[in-house]
T-cell receptor
Framework: DIVMTQSPDSLAVSLGERATFSCKSS????????????LAWYQQKPGQPPKVVIY???TRESGVPDRFSGSGSGTDFTLTISSLQAEDVAVYYC?????????FGPGTKVDIK | EVQLVESGGGLVQTGRSLRLSCAAS????????MHWVRQRPGKGLEWVSG??????????ADSVKGRFIISRDNAKNSLYLQMNSPRDEDTALYYC????????FGPGDYWGQGTLVTVSS
């Protein structure tokens, strides 16, 4: 199974500042046939189901603000919120969908400083 | 509007069986893969199982392999999870999610609100 790790466990950022956090996979999730990274980022707010914000490592889901961006390839990925807003407070999970089981990382909790 | 409504959760004794259902509407159900994802109280997300548009299982989490069975009925726009021999550690909120494409090899782009399963001896 592919093991996903995330860092940090939590971070607090001032409103309007940049938030950056990391996701690593134990093996590459880059598919050679189509050059896509099978990696998604989800946002989960308390009491709500998760919401996908980024897929294919860097494609923003429809309706997601452009302050969210994803980068990385192979085994190392980053989610960046360029200017943190109050509504971005949530836990962020990465997930690989390269091979079953489609494992999630443990999450990074983002708060306002 | 895409809607996913899970049902079938509740209190179940260890070792008894339970079947979860997910009723889908607002999209052509037969065109998309589907997933089950669970979340234990206060914990992170765990992918449980996925299925392709035509009913081929994508796989199972190691923790449920051999005990849970995923299936779907495209005529009824419904997804199912048969939970056999449940254990205490299967206590969780179970979400169904629509996959981004037909193969199921994609993220969940729409999610239900979940159905809570509590396993107790």
């Amino acid at each position: 199974d592919i093991v996903m790790t995330q860092s940090p466990d939590s971070l607090a950022v001032s409103l309007g500042e940049r938030a950056t956090f990391s996701c690593k996979s134990s093996q590459s999730v880059l598919h050679s046939s189509n050059n896509n990274n099978y990696l998604a980022w989800y946002q989960q707010k308390p009491g709500q189901p998760p919401k996908v914000v980024i897929y294919w490592a860097s494609t923003r889901e429809s309706g997601v603000p452009d302050r969210f961006s994803g980068s990385g390839s192979g085994t190392d990925f980053t989610l960046t919120i360029s200017s943190l807003q109050a509504e971005d407070v949530a836990v962020y999970y990465c997930q690989q969908y390269y091979s079953a089981p489609f494992t999630f990382g443990p999450g990074t909790k983002v708060d306002i400083k | 509007e895409v809607q996913l409504v899970e049902s079938g959760g509740g209190l179940v004794q260890t070792g008894r069986s339970l079947r979860l259902s997910c009723a889908a509407s607002g999209f052509t159900f037969a065109d998309y893969g589907m997933h089950w994802v669970r979340q234990r109280p206060g914990k992170g997300l765990e992918w449980v199982s996925g299925i392709t548009w035509n009913g081929g299982p994508i796989g199972y989490a190691d923790s449920v392999k051999g005990r849970f069975i995923i299936s779907r009925d495209n005529a009824k726009n419904s997804l199912y999870l048969q939970m056999n021999s449940p254990r205490d550690e299967d206590t969780a909120l179970y979400y169904c999610a629509k996959a981004h494409d037909s193969s199921g090899f994609g993220p969940g782009d729409y999610w239900g609100q979940g159905t809570l399963v509590t396993v107790s001896s």
